[in-house]
């Protein structure tokens, strides 16, 4: 395991909590059950374990680090196997390559449009 802690992973800053859900109590409040609701949901179609694993994929895309750390943990205590969060990091990177790939696709459309606007 790495010692090297990116500059954007501060373990202090989950000091700042508290102050956040008592800056915006009515949105905090909203935002738990929300989260509760969605990725906590024990009772749905998808059971737990895939819903984190889900979770994983979506943090791993949006590289949130402390969504990572969460989830994973989560996901350690759901009994998931290594091999299961290996294959949903490789399915976030393969998402994201296609996004890329897609967004190429728009990237073509404004310039054809920027060519055309020049004639």
């Known amino acids: 395991m790495s010692n090297i802690t990116p500059p954007h992973d501060h373990s202090a800053d989950r000091a700042y909590a508290p102050m956040l859900r008592s800056s915006a109590p009515t949105e905090s409040a909203a935002f ?31 590289q949130c680090q402390y969504c990572i750390s969460s989830h994973t943990a989560a996901l350690h205590k759901l009994g998931a196997s290594r091999e299961e969060i290996a294959e949903t990091a490789f ?12 967004h190429g696709l728009v990237a073509m459309r404004y310039f054809e449009d920027a060519a055309a606007a020049a004639r």
């Open 91 to 102: 399915l976030a990177a393969a998402l994201k390559a296609g996004s890329a790939y897609t």
């Open 32 to 62: 738990m059950r929300f989260n509760a609701d969605t990725v906590g949901r024990t009772d749905g179609a998808i059971p737990p374990k895939y819903r984190e694993l889900i979770a994983l994929g979506v943090a791993i895309t949006t």
